[in-house]
């Protein structure tokens, strides 16, 4: 195990800069101009070293659609983002709704080696929303499942999701939900509003969403089970979430989730009827995004999860009815939050941490994600540098596919290195094998 001495940053982003020592997977000494032996020296230039970033919710579309994604770019992709753990989406091909699929992704996982992939179970067979799929053994298998979803579909039917929330709690584990009324989204290509009317797509009425989350903190509360919501879209989500959050006696665990994109983008976007633009739940207005921007700065939406969505070109570059919903997310994360959180002055350094690596690890129940930058504590680190500014290009990102809708746009803050248990994974833009 290699010794690294980081040189020069500051956590969290206070103070004046110190060294950083990290040694046999743990932070070994911190203290200014450390005179020690290492391996390796990196320069961090009084750049801010935070805890590794953990991505709640990433599609890396293995098994099934390897010519999108796999766990190998999808790796290489977090670790260049600062990310050390990710989960991996259900809805591959086939679902990953039994032991076999969630171990074939852990391992893979294992076997890379970049980062922490942690498979997500599917929640009903075949992400069909009628029976539940086998959550005890997905749970109890060497992948060691902690969340499960159906992400991608919503499970709809409220009896099949109050018994996914009876069994959460019963093995200790998270529910995501994708939370859409279907119903209500039939034929939907774009957010309910003007901009859909005026470019004459069906809409994507916010109640769709906002419903569903009403109901599962009901039953969340009704069972005292775990409830994750996932890409919070909607300022009435939001107040929903703010409501339920406020009841100290409402029982069940309830935390949720915003995207980056959802941070940054609205459906004025939708007039160029560009698919890349299209996602699920879509592009919302100028006052979703404010409303999710309050909600993440005041603790209402706990994390930012990327959902990390790759496709490829001709799944993309066709007619928007026939695009398939997604956009890429691992590699641009940070550049966003910096953009629409820290640059207005709503987030601070340790609030980039709190929502990208604190309360992601605490949500999943991961023991040495998150962790505090203290002697002792595990060294998963990402080391950033906060007054860079670099322009995307889909082209130069490491997944497979291209699809970013960042294409172009000059973001604030960028990685600079990122270390997996005390091992450099992603070093000014190469990664470490």
């Not at 350094?349 to 203290?374: F, M, N």
Request: charge should be negative.
């Amino acid at each position: 195990m290699s010794r690294v001495l980081i040189k020069e940053v500051r956590p969290y982003g206070d103070g004046d800069a110190v060294d950083v020592l990290v040694d046999g997977e743990l932070i070994a000494e911190i203290g200014a101009d450390l005179d020690v032996e290492a391996d390796e020296v990196v320069r961090g230039g009084g750049g801010v070293l935070l805890p590794g970033f953990v991505d709640l919710h990433t599609h890396l579309r293995e098994p099934g659609r390897e010519d999108t994604e796999t766990v190998e770019t999808g790796s290489v992709a977090a670790a260049l983002g600062g990310y050390t753990a990710v989960f991996a989406m259900a809805n591959t091909d086939p679902v990953a709704d039994n032991a076999v699929i969630v171990e074939h992704v852990w391992r893979r996982g294992l076997e890379i080696g970049l980062v922490d992939v942690h498979p997500v179970g599917a929640v009903t067979v075949g992400l069909g929303g009628e029976q539940l799929a086998e959550l005890g053994t997905m749970a109890r298998s060497a992948a060691g499942v902690r969340m499960f979803s159906d992400d991608g579909k919503c499970v709809h039917d409220p009896l099949v999701m109050r018994r996914a929330l009876e069994y959460a709690k019963a093995l200790g584990v998270v529910v995501a939900q994708h939370a859409e009324e279907p119903r209500l989204t039939v034929g939907a290509q774009a957010h309910e509003g003007a901009n859909a009317a005026r470019l004459g797509l069906a809409g994507w009425p916010a109640p769709a969403e906002e419903s569903i989350v009403a109901r599962d903190c009901l039953l969340a509360g009704h069972t005292g089970g775990t409830l994750h919501v996932c890409h919070v879209s909607t300022a009435g989500t939001a107040e929903i979430l703010r409501w339920w959050k406020s009841r100290g006696d409402a029982g069940g665990t309830v935390s949720a989730e915003v995207t980056p994109h959802h941070l940054l983008l609205t459906d004025e976007l939708l007039s160029t009827y560009d698919p890349v633009n299209k996602v699920n739940p879509p592009l919302r207005t100028d006052e979703d995004v404010r409303a999710l921007r309050q909600a993440l700065a005041d603790g209402t939406v706990d994390c930012v999860a990327t959902d990390h969505a790759p496709h490829a070109a001709q799944d993309k570059d066709c007619e928007w009815s026939a695009a398939k919903p997604g956009m890429l997310g691992l590699q641009t994360a940070l550049g966003v939050v910096a953009r629409t959180m820290v640059e207005p002055g709503l987030l601070d350094w340790r609030g980039v941490a709190r929502v990208l690596s604190e309360r992601p690890a605490q949500i999943a129940g991961l023991a040495d994600q998150g962790r505090p930058i203290a002697v002792g504590e595990p060294a998963n680190l990402a080391l950033v540098d906060p007054d860079a500014r670099w322009t995307v290009r889909g082209a130069e990102l490491a997944s497979i596919a291209a699809n970013t809708p960042f294409e172009g746009m000059e973001l604030p803050g960028r990685v600079r290195a990122t270390l997996l248990r005390s091992r450099i994974t992603a070093h000014e833009g190469e990664v470490r094998r």
